[in-house]
Each structure stands twice: as structure tokens, then as C-alpha cells.
């Protein structure tokens, strides 16, 4: 028991330095961090209950998905029935009432083209159920129409990248600790502390930003266009800004933002506007630069999320796998769009169902709420461990002080979020560090009743109790463990208050305190002791 080397005694004192130091700058208000160019600090995030900031609810548009997925099969299939050898003649494909249909014009080849046409579904779920029904109608004409499970696994497929997504762009809105979770099927939360002001929010995040290069059609009749008629092969786009007459511009893409590895804001040389840089990557430079060689004088259009930004002509070619998109940007849309851009499109269109914003006061409430909360069971801890067991007493209630700084400066160095469930996290923490306290000395007493020494009382008393603490606290940290791999948003921000005090608890309650017992006792060598 006495046996307290020196490295020892130093190690734990520099680690509980250390997370005191840690702790310290989450104290300083956020204006003298500010002025004093601190940002590097490590400082514990308050949560969007604490802080305020603001509350999406966003919804996927599931028709606009099902949509996509038509087209998509629309041209895989044609693409499959080119591939076949000899292709497979097939009439107009229809696409009406959400399902796909088409005639084969040989009769004979209508089970080649099915077979074919079966490789292009997947099977969806447990059931063996394929995402398609394939089924031949009138002997020559073949329908396809999308399985209830095959929508909901495309569905699925579509919320778990449009999260990411999201997840990236508001990571590059440089916001701290945003709270992004699913929210049944079709939904996504996102909840952005100290953000009062979500319109930007909601522009970026409802932005699908789809980018599309393709040429203008110049064979269009300019009055069927505004009728909104184009050849077969081209479709009619509407330009972004209002006042403009619609072009048509041919179907096939020339180039897509799949093929994007940077955008960037940046000022046009000449007229000095706000543009969008943007870079493709080596496939990506390679087919802007053969397909700008192949149509020099034509005019191009750029559209986002099915809009013309612009259309201008192809002067020379374009090489080196760099472009600007320019479209009467603001300095702040044109930034929006270049963040919409490197985040990647979102795979179905998201829109804004519910739209909260958290003020600061009810954060400001809570957290002296909080305070005022710790800071009495903190004294009402001290006073009666003083009573119940003296210096005993007095050495745990400087662990559990020492044990709330602790938590603080992990908290910070993890970058963690604190919460309102948080705060009630860390004051249950408190009262459990105490338990532990209460236990070893119970159990000291219990060895001097026997009999025992002092020394032999404290050591059999931290020994027999430690083991119980660190059962219980297993228990407590499995608990905490499934909150925080399960949880989300607020019970997520208990579960990592909860884990963190256990281990600073137990190291504060058992190896802190032993130690300090040990030095006392060594240095004093007391005939007796009163706990």
C-alpha cells in the first residue's frame, strides 16, 4: 500500500495537470477566444440545445426517384438490346403510368430480348423478389414495372448517399458538430448549432446540384421550341434566369459533374463577375477536351439540376481539363454552388418538410439550469463526505473536483458536444464518483473494526472495493456503450459524458485518492485513523 514510487506519483499527478489545463479554455468566453486569435484551443461544443441554432427536417422525393430510376432503365435497356448480336430492333420505349414498354419488332427475338433484359434487374431483399417485373405482353411488346421492394431498396440505396451528401456540405460551411441522422425511411434531421439563420442552410441543402454539358440542338424550330417542342433526340430546358426563351439541346450528356474533382468561387478576368472554376478529372479532361475539339463555333449549354446556367459557343478547344461556369452569380451563390459541386450531387431531390430555429436563451437557461445544479451537488457531495468521513472525506471530494475538470478537458480534446441529456450525464457522474469513495471507505472501517492496522485496514479496504467499483462500472460503461452506438443527437451526447466520467471516476475515486492515502500515510505513519 505504501509502496508509491515516485514515477508513479508524478505520472498521475502530470495526466489529472493535463486535463485540467485541457478543460481551462472551454471557460473563456467565445468573444475574448476571438480576439485573442485562440481558435486552436481545444474547447468543448455546445449542443443545439444549448446554443440554439437550427432544425431541418428533410424529405425525399420519392416521385422524382422513381423517375430517375425509368430513365435509368430506359437507357440501360437500350443500350443492352444494341449490345445483342445481331442487336434487337425495338420500337418507341414508353414510359407512362410509371412503367416501362416497349415493342420488338422480330417477333422471333422477343425471348432473346427478355433474357437479355432479366440481366439488368437485381434481386431486392430476403424474398428472392427481383427490383423489376419483366413480363411480355401481346406476344412482341415487353413491360417493365418497379417491385414495391425493388423502390424501397432504390430508396434506401439513394437516403444513404444523399446523407453523406449533406454531411459534406455542411462540414464545408465550417459549422462545428452539425447532428445529421436518418429519420425513418425517407427522411433526413439535420440540426446545426449556433446557426440562426437558415436560409443559406436550406439553399444549399435543397440543391441537387445535377451538372450537365450538352450541346444545343441548332436544327430546333426557335417556335416549336417555345412551344415546347424539340426534335427527337433533344428536349426543351428553360434558362435559371426568368426572361429568357428556352433552348433545345440534345438528350446525351457531354460531359456530367460525376466527373468533377474541384470547384472553386472565382472572379471572371474580364468582367471581374463571380464565376465557378471548376476541374475535371483525367477521364473527365479527356472527353471535354475531345468533344469541345469536335464542335468548335457550337454553342453548349451548362445546366444545373435541369436549368441552364448558360450557353456559349465553343470558341477553341478546351484542353487541359479545366472550365468556368459562369450565370449571373453572386459572390455568395456562386461559393454555394462551387460547395454544392465538390460535395457531389444529392441522388434524389430533398426538400424541407419542417424548419426550426432554436434561439440562444433557452440554451442559455439550461445551461445555468445545469450549473446551478452541479454546483450544488457538488457542495452538498463535499459537506457530507467532510461529516461522514473526514480526511478520507476531504481526499475524495478533491477527486471529484479534480474529476469534473477532467471530464471537461477529455470533452475538449475529443471535440465532443454537450447537451442538455449531457449536463444530467455529468451530474449523475458526480454522485457515482462518490459511490465509489463510500464504498472503500466503508470497507476500511469494516478492517479497522476487525482489528486490522491503519495500513493493512486501507489496503485490504481499496482492494476488496476496487473490485466491486470495477464491476460496477463495467456494467455502467456497457450501458453507455450501446447508448452511444445506437443513439443519436442528444442521447449519443449522454452516452459520451456517461463513458467519459466512468473512466475519469474510477481513476479519480480509486488510484487518485489511493495515492494520496498512501503519501499521507507513509509520511504521518499514524497509530490510528478516524473515518
Known sequence: MLDFPRWKVWSICLLLAAGILLSLPSFIPESTIERAGLHGLPRINLGLDLSGGSHLMLEADTTDLAKQNIAKMEEQVRTEMRRADPPIAIGDISTTGGRL?????????????????????QPSGMTGQRDWDVQVVDSTRIVLTPTKQGLAQATDSAMQ????????????MGTREPTIIRQGAERIVVQVPGLQNPAALKALLGRTAKLEFKLVDLTADPAAVAQGRAPVGSEVVAYAEPGQAPIAVKRRAMLSGDELIDAKLSYNSQTNEPVVSITFNSEGGR???????????????????????????????ILGGQAQISGRFTTDSANQLAIALRSGKLPVALKVVEERTVGPDLGADSIRAGTLASVIAVVGVVIFMLVSYGRFGFYANLAVVINVFVILGIMALLNATLTLPGIAGFVLTIGTAVDANVLINERVREELRRGRSPTQAV???????SRTIFEANVTHAIA?????????????????????GIA??????????????????RHKRPTSIHI
Open 101 to 121: 414498354s416497349f415493342f420488338v419488332r422480330d417477333a422471333s427475338r422477343i425471348d432473346a430480348a427478355v433474357e437479355r433484359i432479366r440481366t439488368l434487374t
Open 161 to 172: 448517399v444523399a446523407t453523406e451528401v449533406v454531411r459534406k456540405r455542411i462540414d464545408e
Open 287 to 317: 472527353k471535354f477536351a475531345r468533344v469541345t475539339q469536335e464542335n468548335v463555333g457550337k454553342p453548349f449549354a451548362m445546366i444545373l439540376d435541369g436549368k441552364v446556367l448558360s450557353a456559349p459557343n465553343i470558341n477553341e478547344p
Open 459 to 465: 489496503e485490504h479496504g481499496y482492494k476488496e472495493a
Open 480 to 500: 453507455g456503450l450501446i447508448m452511444f452506438v445506437l443513439g443519436s443527437g442528444q442521447v449519443k451526447g449522454f452516452a459520451v459524458v456517461l463513458l467519459i
Open 504 to 521: 475519469t471516476s474510477v481513476f479519480t475515486a480509486v488510484v487518485f485518492t489511493r495515492m494520496l492515502v498512501a503519501l499521507w500515510l
